[in-house]
């Protein structure tokens, strides 16, 4: 069984960064995907990044891309999302999440969830 731990989040003002991190325990298959998804106050759950278990190849929703950048440490098993150029509409509740396919970007495609990380940005 997999289990995810997210940490790292926390309030900051517009423009400031911020870095989360998300280390798995038990068995991920090599094709896994490994995804940060956001879930905003009194709004749906939206996916945010993934990136490859093996090997890398990132990719990330227009919300967010050429500001937040995934990534991983193989020996720590631990994925990161670096998160610059916040706003205040990156305020949510940040989840780290597996899937056993490649490139998934739905919810649904993801069965192992962690119990999440808040990041607040004020103006």
């Known amino acids: 069984q997999v289990q995810l731990v997210e940490s790292g989040g926390g309030s900051v003002q517009t423009g400031n960064s911020l870095k989360l991190s998300c280390e798995a325990s038990?068995?991920?298959?090599?094709?896994?995907?490994m995804g940060w998804f956001r879930q905003p106050p009194g709004k749906e759950r939206e996916f945010v990044a993934g990136?490859?278990?093996?090997?890398?190849?990132?990719y990330y929703s227009d919300s967010v891309k050429g500001r937040f950048t995934i990534s991983k440490d193989d020996a720590k098993r631990t994925v990161y999302l670096q998160m610059d150029s916040l706003k205040v509409e990156d305020t949510a509740l940040y989840l780290c999440a597996r899937s056993p396919q490649w490139g998934s970007r739905r919810m649904s495609d993801f069965g192992s969830w962690g119990q999440g990380t808040q990041v607040t940005v004020s103006a």
């Open positions: 038990g068995r991920i298959y090599t094709s896994s995907t």
């Open positions: 990136i490859r278990w093996t090997g890398n190849s990132p």
